[in-house]
């Protein structure tokens, strides 16, 4: 769990490990579910999602999520605009990267974006310095190499959520980083009544 409002229907992000051969009932995720798969092979009745699968399962979807060979994913609930009805299964491996005109060294691979939120994975070459303040907050994923902010070294699987108004001040390591980011999404936070 890396950040949780509510108790058994939460706004929550977390990193979730499936054992082989594991699998969930089906469920109806009421606030939506967006989920990018980090190892292994995650299934519903709709497929197979491969490492580097990027999903939006939009509110009010169902589905019987399994792995048979087990899989970790990154997952986040009850964070969509509630009209948002737009589903993605995007293949990371396979979509073509852009180059960020604010920085020298780095690729973009976008993901989704709409009038609440910016959703990416960015490329950060060695040693490059990122200094800028994200537009209505950020959270960043650190999926492969490592960076330094604020004194600390943010590796695999670290996470980072700057407050609206922050300035990110990061460094990526030698080898370099590749990061998820969701940007813009702290100036419409949604909590499930449940939570409240």
Not at 109 to 128: C, I, K, M, Q, S
Not at 159 to 175: F, M, S, T, V, Y
Request: some cysteine; hydrophobic content about 35%.
């Amino acid at each position: 769990m890396l950040d949780r409002i509510g108790d058994e229907v939460a706004r929550a992000t977390s990193l979730v490990r499936y054992a082989p051969g594991s699998r969930f009932s089906a469920h109806v995720h009421e606030g939506g579910e967006e989920f990018l798969v980090l190892e292994g092979v995650f299934q519903d009745e709709n497929g197979n999602y491969p490492e580097g699968s990027y999903v939006r399962n939009l509110p009010q979807s169902k589905h019987t999520p399994a792995s048979h060979a087990g899989c970790v994913i990154f997952v986040k609930l009850w964070q969509f605009d509630p009209v948002d009805r737009t589903h993605i299964h995007i293949d990371t491996t396979k979509i073509a990267l852009s180059y960020d005109r604010r920085f020298s060294g780095v690729t973009v691979t976008p993901l989704f974006r709409d009038a609440h939120e910016d959703v990416r994975l960015e490329t950060w070459n060695g040693d490059l310095n990122i200094d800028y303040e994200p537009s209505g907050g950020a959270e960043f994923f650190v999926i492969k190499g490592e960076f330094l902010e604020s004194g600390n070294t943010l590796v695999e699987h670290s996470w980072l959520r700057l407050p609206i108004g922050a300035r990110l001040r990061a460094k990526a390591g030698k080898d370099g980083c590749k990061v998820w980011i969701k940007e813009g999404h702290l100036r419409h936070v949604r909590v499930p009544e449940a939570a409240r």
